[in-house]
């Protein structure tokens, strides 16, 4: 398979090490593609095999001549949010397949650009969910598909992103909703979209709130940050600030940002506390679903450790999920969680709760990555998946369409129903 990666920012790395790695004698890198030329130099200087002349190389607005000269199958789009929409449109107008980092897009208009395409096209988007291949997750998918606490009646989800990760969104692109949608597409879609694949449903109505409480102007007076600058590189208090980023300190992070500054003028360490920034970070949904499950969601970018908590009622009993991803932050050290952070535990009527095994496996996201992988790029190798795990453009709209709904229940401040949204916008998924 000819594959084009169009987006060479961090997240194009997973994408571009598994095929020249561990699938490269199956497919083929023949085309990167960004709006900055120094950040595609460097991913190219990754790409290119030894011996060779290298690989080819498009800025954006070359995207078209890409596809013309060299006639990718797949493209991978692993570009900001807001631009998914645009390229998987050209990507399917051209005959070429898609796979997408999460979210598919960010906004009703968007979507229904994506799923007109589809249907006028017949190509397949892929949106790499890699939650859904998470042995712990899986396992989840696995009780309560088999009846172990009978028929789910309401579930609980509350997500803690920490104070190195949460305020990393808002420094960068993603603090603006044109951009990003807002944690609560752009984060949770993720979330959302393993709540729809473990309940088996949809989701029909949302009533939200949301609020910044902790990114904001406020808190740096309160740490004595008053006179605060507008980026981490050349702020005078950037010592003394919790939240710092040096840049300059990580070799990755320079290469791909620092360095490629002089050339579009986009800085990755925009100061988390800037009045403008248009993002919350403290969310709540009430969802109900077409199967008559409802769901109460939660989700903090400021939390002292980071991970996620959810119980599941059931007719039958309850399970309880754990997972400590990073313990906390302590002296400046992100103390990372040891083997047993995950924990599930059953607890059926009249019995005392169990605490049941946990699968492991090795790889980034507990172990789901190279899992999710091997199922795209050699999925003849693999066994055939009993779990429905790969996530296609209407996988993809429903996950994001609870976040959407909430969006717009926090702007309204009424229940949302998912289907009059739709309906709306013309938009038949």
Not at 338 to 367: C, F, N, W, Y
Not at 401 to 411: K, M, R
Request: aromatic share 8%; proline share 4%; hydrophobic share 40%.
């Amino acid at each position: 398979m000819k594959i084009a990666i169009v987006g060479c920012g961090s997240r194009h790395q997973m994408f571009r090490d598994a095929v020249t790695e561990d699938y490269a004698d199956r497919h083929e890198i023949v085309a990167l593609c960004d709006s900055n030329p120094h950040r595609l130099s460097e991913a190219a200087k990754l790409v290119s095999k030894p011996g060779t002349n290298g690989v080819a190389t498009y800025l954006a607005g070359d995207f078209d001549r890409l596809i013309t000269e060299q006639r990718p199958d797949t493209v991978v789009v692993a570009t900001p949010d807001f631009l998914h929409a645009d390229y998987i449109v050209r990507a399917f107008e051209a005959g070429c397949d898609v796979i997408c980092e999460k979210p598919l897009t960010i906004d009703l208009s968007r979507l229904k650009m994506i799923v007109d395409a589809q249907a006028r096209t017949g190509r397949q988007v892929k949106v790499t969910f890699n939650y859904r291949y998470s042995p712990a997750r899986t396992q989840i998918k696995e009780l309560i598909s088999s009846g172990a606490i009978g028929t789910v009646t309401a579930v609980d989800f509350r997500w803690h992103l920490d104070r190195v990760h949460g305020a990393d969104y808002f420094r960068r692109w993603h603090r603006q909703k044109e951009n990003s949608g807002g944690l609560l597409v752009h984060k949770s879609t993720h979330h959302f979209d393993l709540l729809n694949w473990w309940l088996g449903t949809v989701p029909t109505e949302v009533l939200a709130s949301g609020r910044r409480v902790f990114y904001r102007p406020e808190t740096a007076v309160e740490m004595g940050l008053q006179n605060r600058g507008p980026r981490c590189a050349i702020c005078p208090v950037a010592e003394a600030c919790p939240v710092r980023l040096d840049l300059a300190a990580d070799e990755k992070l320079r290469a791909l940002y620092l360095e490629a500054e002089h050339e579009d003028g986009y800085f990755r360490d925009l100061c988390v506390f800037d009045e403008e920034i248009g993002i919350e970070d403290t969310m709540q949904a009430h969802i109900r679903y077409a199967s008559g499950v409802t769901a109460n969601y939660t989700l903090t970018a400021y939390s002292p450790w980071e991970g996620l908590e959810i119980k599941f009622q059931g007719t039958k009993g309850e399970i309880t999920h754990r997972h400590v991803e990073v313990h906390g932050v302590f002296g400046g050290v992100r103390d990372h969680a040891d083997d047993d952070a995950i924990t599930t535990e059953l607890h059926l009527a009249g019995e005392r709760p169990k605490m049941l095994d946990v699968p492991k496996a090795q790889g980034s996201h507990g172990g789901a990555d190279p899992v999710m992988l091997g199922y795209i790029f050699n999925p003849e190798g693999m066994e055939p998946d009993k779990y429905g795990r790969a996530s296609d453009h209407v996988a993809g709209a429903w996950s994001i369409l609870t976040g959407i709904a909430a969006n717009a229940s926090i702007e309204s401040g009424s229940l949302v129903n998912i289907q009059s949204m739709l309906r709306a916008r013309n938009i038949r998924i």
